[in-house]
C-alpha cells in the first residue's frame, strides 16, 4: 500500500490542488482526467477514464483527492471514489489562516490566503477558494464553492451545494439554502432560501 495520492480531475482547478499537496509535503501520484484531458497536469501524469480508480485501488493506493470545479460533480466522483475503498484526503494550502477550533469534513480545497476564523464547520468537498474570509461560527455545507475574495460574515450557513461567486459578500447571521448561486459581487443582507439565483446589490432572485 502507498500513501501517494490520486487527484480526480485534470483541469485547472486541478492543477491548483496539485500545488497546494504538493505545498503539504504530499506526493501525487497520477491524476484521473476525461478522455480529452492532456497527458500531464502540472507535472503529474494523466490516467484518462474514471475506470483507472479500480486498477489503482487494486494496485495499492488509498488515498485520493476529487479536484473537480463542479459541485454536483465533484459529489458522485467523491462517492464512487469512496465505494472502491478510497478516503477523501484534505488540501489546506499552508498560508491559509485557519482557527484551530475549526472543523472540517472530507475531501475539503482550502486555496492560499483564505483565512477562516473561529468554530466554523467546513463540510466535506466544500471549496474556499483564493482569498476568501470566512468569519467565526459559520457554517458552510456540503461541497459548497466560496469562489476568490468572497467575504462572509459571523454566523452565515451556507446550505449544500451552492456556489458564491467571485467577491459575493454575506452579511452577519444570514441563511443561504442548498442549490443557491450568488452571482459575482452580490451582496446578501437577507436569507435566500434554496435553489434560487440571486445578483446584486443587494443580492435578489434572477427571474427566469
Do not use: W
Request: net charge negative; hydrophobic share 45%.
Amino acid at each position: 500500500m502507498t500513501d501517494e495520492i490520486i487527484v480526480v480531475g485534470a483541469g485547472g482547478h486541478a492543477k491548483v490542488c496539485i500545488e497546494i499537496l504538493h505545498e503539504m509535503g504530499e506526493t501525487v501520484a497520477y491524476c484521473v482526467g476525461d478522455a480529452n484531458a492532456s497527458d500531464q497536469c502540472v507535472g503529474v501524469p494523466v490516467l484518462k477514464g474514471d475506470e483507472n480508480l479500480v486498477d489503482l485501488h487494486a494496485r495499492g493506493y488509498r488515498r485520493v483527492f476529487v479536484a473537480i470545479g463542479s459541485n454536483r460533480l465533484r459529489n458522485r466522483l467523491a462517492a464512487y471514489a469512496t465505494e472502491l475503498g478510497f478516503t477523501l484526503t484534505n488540501a489546506v494550502h499552508p498560508k491559509a489562516i485557519i482557527s484551530q477550533t475549526v472543523k472540517f469534513g472530507e475531501g475539503v480545497a482550502v486555496m492560499a490566503g483564505a483565512v477562516i476564523n473561529a468554530e466554523s464547520v467546513i463540510d466535506s468537498l466544500a471549496i474556499v477558494n483564493t482569498g476568501a474570509t470566512i468569519d467565526h461560527d459559520c457554517d458552510i455545507g456540503r461541497a459548497v464553492h466560496i469562489a476568490p475574495q468572497c467575504a462572509l460574515a459571523g454566523n452565515v450557513t451556507i446550505g449544500a451545494f451552492s456556489i458564491l461567486g467571485v467577491g459575493a459578500k454575506v452579511i452577519p447571521e444570514k441563511t443561504i439554502g442548498e442549490q443557491v448561486t450568488v452571482g459575482a459581487g452580490g451582496v446578501v443582507i437577507n436569507d435566500i432560501s434554496a435553489s434560487q439565483t440571486v445578483v446584486g446589490v443587494p443580492a435578489r432572485r434572477l427571474e427566469k
